[in-house]
């Protein structure tokens, strides 16, 4: 759960901070005080995107940092996410994140101590806070959001069913590929196989060996320079053998000699000895080498006039083949490269053949599969359903009934599999379309939330998915943004109660003008109005202060004797209930 939270600098708030608990914590307060925008800190501390202008004025940047405790048999993924940053937890096993925005709209986040990207943070988000808004209830409206959902709650037997379909879509998705590369660029594969065709045509004229060009270079530079060289390596191998007098060779030869009668009498000299051992040795493979130069060296006038003209033969081959074979890159390499690749393109057409028959035979599997997804969300949606439904009773709309459709989709995808010999699009997540339909009363029919649904009705819808999802799919901390919007009288009872369900398992924040919602809260933060909040205006309130504010939002008034009782009565039924 978050234990701690400080916001610096951002909107009307100053500098805040707040310790957090378990259970369903009630954030309550004017409008306009800034109970938003202690959320917008959480959002912020969550990897989501910054905005210069949320910056307060007179602060450079603005600043939110939480306290995270995660029991260790939960770490899991955020473990694994702390070591890739290489952040560490805290002595006491806390994780401190931190996120800063400045007024250029620049960011810096920190998890555990290290610099990470802010969608690092928000991977971490994702993992251990659930934040529901006025957006959010928007989102539930789009079927990809009802699909997502709809998933979730099938938990295991969807994820592991999903992996294997989208390994068979993936394959799939590269057949139509490999497909489309040949019959959609066919005139193009013609061109290129008679370019090649021709550019191999020029090259087996000439035939070019492995490395020529290179090996004639640096024989043609020798041939030119033959009489230089000849006198300077003769030159060498007389100093090294030396013919009248003894050459260097010979001369270490008699210093080693000198050197042995003496070895025995001291190490250092027949370390000496050996090390001219050595030398000599060397000097005798040198000499030889340089020997055998001179007897292979092809002096031939003739020959140079062959290498030339090989080299002008090569050089006119580079220069027709132009653009195709790059500087640097070997013509005889590249000729078995474009070979290769000819005999690709002349195979096009048995390469049809045999990717139309992996294109049938991937689509059937891949059909099958989706298939399998079907059943598995049917099921799940009718258990889901039912579920939401006995939710949404106790929400104070005990005649409403919520179906989940799940229906083949007629359109889009990005590729077609085969269910029961017919073509059925699909994407990653298969061929369903997902929509949940409300009926909210007896008698009516049920109508898409974007459609049949007001409100406070989708705010209900929302609030009994999350507690539907929590048996299944529990995650630690709830943060809800005005859920009761649209909501009163019996069914903001409701709402109260089945948020302090849900912060039984996990730890829930409201942010809510709604004394009924309020009164279920097992803490209750107040923030009071001001040119600027700071830790003084968000505190807890207990007691007297707390049925007094409880007062104002029924009434208005803080001190009137009947909002008093009234709030004494709600806490009371409230209390009642928690301890049931």
Avoid: N
Avoid at 284 to 311: G, H, T
Avoid at 506 to 523: E, G
């Amino acid at each position: 759960m978050i234990v701690s939270l400080a916001i610096r600098g951002l909107g009307v708030i100053e500098d805040a901070e707040v310790d957090l608990g378990p259970g369903l914590t009630a954030i309550t307060g004017e409008t306009g005080a800034g109970k938003t925008m202690v959320l917008s800190g959480l959002a912020l501390l969550l990897g989501e995107r910054t905005d210069a202008g949320m910056v307060r004025t007179g602060h450079d940047t603005a600043l939110a940092e939480g306290r995270f405790e995660v029991p260790e048999e939960q770490r899991g993924a955020l473990e694994a996410l702390l070591d890739d940053a290489g952040g560490s937890w805290d002595a006491d096993g806390s994780l401190l994140v931190a996120r800063t925005a400045s007024r250029e709209g620049r960011s810096r986040a920190h998890l555990g101590g290290r610099s990470v990207p802010a969608s690092t943070l928000k991977s971490v988000g994702a993992l251990l806070v659930a934040v529901h808004g006025q957006d959010d209830q928007h989102r539930l409206l789009h079927a990809a959001e009802q699909r997502r959902a709809l998933d979730r709650f099938a938990g295991e037997a969807m994820t592991g069913a999903l992996d294997e379909y989208r390994e068979a879509h993936a394959s799939l998705l590269e057949i139509e590929s490999a497909l489309r590369e040949i019959t959609d660029h066919a005139r193009d594969r013609a061109r290129e196989a008679d370019e090649l065709r021709e550019t191999l045509a020029l090259i087996d004229d000439v035939r070019p060996r492995p490395g020529e060009e290179e090996a004639l270079r640096r024989e043609s530079d020798r041939l030119l320079h033959v009489d230089e060289i000849v006198q300077s390596v003769g030159s060498a191998h007389a100093d090294l053998a030396g013919a009248d007098e003894p050459g260097a060779g010979g001369l270490v030869a008699r210093a080693r000699g000198a050197l042995d009668r003496v070895a025995d009498r001291d190490p250092e000299v027949a370390a000496a000895r050996d090390r001219l051992e050595r030398l000599r040795a060397e000097l005798d493979d040198v000499s030889v080498d340089l020997s055998r130069f001179l007897a292979d060296l092809d002096a031939d006038p003739a020959r140079a006039a062959l290498v030339q003209e090989r080299r002008a033969a090569l050089g006119a081959l580079r220069r027709r083949l132009g653009r195709l074979v790059p500087d640097g890159v070997d013509v005889a390499d590249w000729r078995e490269q474009a070979e290769e690749r000819l005999a690709q393109l002349d195979d096009d057409g048995r390469r049809l053949e045999e990717l139309r028959g992996l294109r049938a035979e991937g689509a059937r599997r891949a059909g099958a599969l989706a298939s399998g997804l079907s059943e598995v969300r049917r099921a799940a949606a009718a258990h889901l359903a039912e579920r939401m439904t006995e939710e949404l009773s106790a929400l104070a709309m005990p005649s409403a009934r919520l179906v989940i459709e799940v229906s083949s989709r007629q359109r889009g995808g990005d590729v077609m599999v085969e269910v029961e010999g017919t073509p059925v699009p699909a994407d990653r997540y298969g061929i369903d379309e997902v929509e949940f339909l409300l009926a909210p009363r007896r008698g009516t029919e049920p109508r898409s939330l974007a459609k049949g649904a007001s409100g406070g009705e989708r705010s209900r819808v929302m609030l009994a998915l999350e507690v539907a999802l929590a048996h299944v799919d529990p995650v630690a901390t709830f943060v809800f943004d005005e859920v009761d919007a649209g909501v009163g009288g019996k069914a903001a009872v409701e709402v109260g109660r089945r948020l302090a369900a849900l912060g039984r398992t996990s730890q829930v924040l409201v942010v809510t003008h709604l004394p009924q919602v309020a009164a279920f809260a097992d803490r209750h933060l107040v923030l009071r109005p001001g040119d600027a909040v700071t830790s003084s205006c968000l505190r807890e309130v207990a007691g007297e202060e707390r049925h007094r504010e409880l007062a104002r939002m029924l009434a208005g008034q803080e001190e009137s004797g009947s909002a008093l009782a009234h709030a004494v009565e709600l806490l009371e039924i409230a209390g009642t209930e928690r301890t049931r």
